[in-house]
């Protein structure tokens, strides 16, 4: 099995930081966290930070050069640095990974239970 937990949410003023994490755990042969996603009340879920091959990084444009997405693969860990909040950016938060529990079985998509970010006066 496979389990991603997100935590680092909470409330915060406008011009805050928080730092969100995506921890992958469980049983498993491989796995790969890919990024983050939002999603705002009444709302699509929405790509926030990824990275893509090549070792880059893709933002989305409401985020770009306030936000950064690291990862710490000794511990299976995504980071997900905000700063510069606004209240846009309130929703839930969640990370998504790709993985295997098994070295011969099909690679699967997996998503955390999100974790909530308020920006708010």
């Known amino acids: 099995q496979v389990q991603l937990v997100e935590s680092g949410g909470g409330l915060v003023q406008p011009g805050g930081s928080l730092r969100l994490s995506c921890a992958a755990s469980?049983?498993?042969?491989?796995?790969?966290?890919k990024g983050w996603y939002r999603q705002a009340p009444g709302k699509q879920r929405e790509l926030v930070a990824t990275?893509?091959?090549?070792?880059?990084?893709h933002y989305a444009d409401s985020v770009k050069g306030r936000f950064t997405i690291s990862r710490d693969n000794a511990k299976n860990t995504v980071y997900l640095q905000m700063n510069s909040l606004k209240p846009e950016d309130t929703a839930v938060y969640y990370c998504?990974?790709?993985?295997?529990?098994?070295?011969?079985?099909?690679?699967?998509?997996?998503w955390g239970q999100g974790t909530q970010v308020t920006v708010s006066s």
């Open positions: 469980g049983s498993f042969f491989s796995i790969d966290v």
């Open positions: 990275f893509i091959r090549g070792g880059s990084t």
């Open positions: 998504n990974a790709e993985g295997q529990i098994r070295s011969w079985g099909a690679m699967r998509n997996y």
